[in-house]
């Protein structure tokens, strides 16, 4: 249902763009091209949290409190993009460091805990360029690991996370081959399963990020 709300806001925000510049005369700039850049910024989520253990007779998934998590971010982006007329298309990968920690410890039971140390994207972008503005929606595939902890019993595990990823921002030529960009990106890994002394699943593991960057254009 989210996914389904940002793609619909970024939809309706790409059509007005897109129809303003239709009706706008086409500048010199063009957004072809190369170009890499960093950024930085806020992430946040929220993940849910059950448990059970089969050898011990407790063969169904119970609740085991939901995990918050938030952190600063920044990282390195790099992509190409080509444009006809206001039409500006292309891919873009970036990588984010981040620090991603939350625990249950608000739920009766063993403590457990969950840490996200990066997150790495490959997407498509696709954008309205008008003036030296390029409006655009972004999405693709996402990956990252989690760590996840039983701080109770000392004991942790790492798993390999693999989702997709939706967004949109806009980018300003700054001149001179420099770009600024402002950018949200939501990130779903649906459910993973680590393996401690018992079963204990992340359900709905999600983040929000919002973040600036600057970009440089061969």
Known sequence: MRALVIAGLIFAAF????QAAERSSVSGYNWS?????????????????????????????????????S????????????????LAYGIEGDFSWASLKGDDSQFAGYVNALEIDYIGTIR?????????SLVYATGGIAFSSIEKKDLTNGRSVSNDLV??????????????????RIEYQYVDFGSVVSALDYDHRADGLSVHSVRGGLSYAF
């Open 15 to 18: 059509a007005n763009v897109s």
């Open 33 to 69: 091209g190369f170009y890499v850049g960093a950024h930085v910024g806020r992430a946040w989520g929220e993940a849910g949290n059950s448990w059970r253990n089969i050898s011990a007779g407790y063969p169904n998934w119970g609740p085991d409190g939901d995990i918050s998590y």
């Open 71 to 86: 952190s600063t971010t920044g990282g390195l982006h790099a992509g190409y993009l080509w444009q006809q007329s206001w």
């Open 124 to 132: 498509a972008r696709a954008g309205v360029a008008y003036g030296r």
């Open 163 to 180: 989702g997709w990823t939706l967004g949109g921002g806009y980018e300003l030529a700054l001149g001179k081959g420099l770009r600024g």
